[in-house]
């Protein structure tokens, strides 16, 4: 119980440097948590839309039922597909008036026969890689009676890029928060010891254990980390409650992460610690 009441008194014997630490730790963990969750939303709607990826097959005109049932053979043969279904040239026409309806008398010119018949193709989710998709794409196109194939390619590209970008830069964002929080309270515990240095000699001198002369230091060090997760992780339930409140659409966001956020305030706290005491034991 001392060496905690010695803690805290560590901690406001300067209390503006006190502030200081944990309101600039609050302000890199909360940016920290924001782009963290942007990049976790990037990645479930990235998710969601793999989800919905369809091969179009377009078939060539005038093909027999035969040929039709020799390309779904063939179909059935390649890697990576887990659903395959016929739509008629008529079917298509029919979703392309509901989908359009504003476009309705543009399209009733349309001569349905004109219309390829196709094969909607569903891949299995780990094929809706980018790579994967084109793999497929490649195979379906020499099958003979096949028109062209479809399934926004450019789309798939961009959206992995962007989703790609997001993890990049979280990780980018997580590096020079360790570092800077690392500096900022190493250096708050150092200031804190040579404060103290004269108190800390004379318990090295009674024969006080190391454990028990540098222990405060460490729980700063923890403190310094602790306290600004909490706040982050109040203002970022707060901070996600407020979007939803203004009607964003957000996947749910697993609290566990909010959490590791408060481990990880911890954990860089005390190893901010431990950096002080090794340059200053």
């Known amino acids: 119980m001392f060496l905690i009441y010695e803690t805290f008194r ?11 630490v944990i309101a600039s730790t609050f302000l890199l963990f909360s940016i920290l948590g924001i782009t963290i969750l ?14 919905e990826i369809r091969i179009q097959a377009y078939l060539k005109q005038n093909l027999n039922s035969l040929d039709s049932i020799k390309i779904l053979t063939i179909l059935n043969s390649i890697s990576g597909i887990e659903e395959i279904y016929y739509k ?32 909607i193709i569903k891949p299995k989710i780990y094929w809706t890689k980018s790579l994967l998709l084109e793999e497929i794409s490649k195979k379906i196109k020499m099958i003979d009676g096949i ?37 900022i309270s190493s250096y708050a515990v150092k200031i804190a010891i040579n404060d103290h240095k004269l108190a800390i000699e004379i318990l090295k001198l009674s024969g006080i254990s190391y454990f028990k002369i540098y222990f405060p230091f460490r ?43 408060v481990i990880f305030g911890v954990l860089v706290g005390f190893l901010s610690s431990e950096n002080a005491l090794r340059e200053n034991s």
């Open 10 to 20: 560590y901690l406001f014997s300067r209390k503006s440097l006190t502030f200081f």
């Open 38 to 51: 942007f990049t976790y939303q990037s990645f479930q709607y990235l998710n969601k839309v793999k989800k």
């Open 88 to 119: 008629s040239n008529r079917q298509a026409y029919e979703e392309l008036i509901n989908n359009y309806r504003e476009y309705k008398d543009v399209f009733s010119s349309i001569d349905i026969n004109e219309l390829p018949n196709s094969y």
């Open 147 to 183: 028109e062209d194939v479809y399934y926004g390619k450019e789309w798939i590209v961009s959206l992995e890029k962007i989703s790609n970008a997001f993890i990049l830069i979280s990780i980018f964002v997580v590096i020079i928060i360790f570092l800077t929080f690392i500096f």
């Open 219 to 261: 729980l700063m060090g923890i403190l310094y980390g602790l306290i600004p997760s909490i706040l982050t992780f109040i203002f970022l339930n707060a901070f996600i409650f407020i979007l939803k409140l203004f009607n964003f659409k957000l996947f749910p966001f697993p609290n566990a992460f909010l959490f590791l956020i």
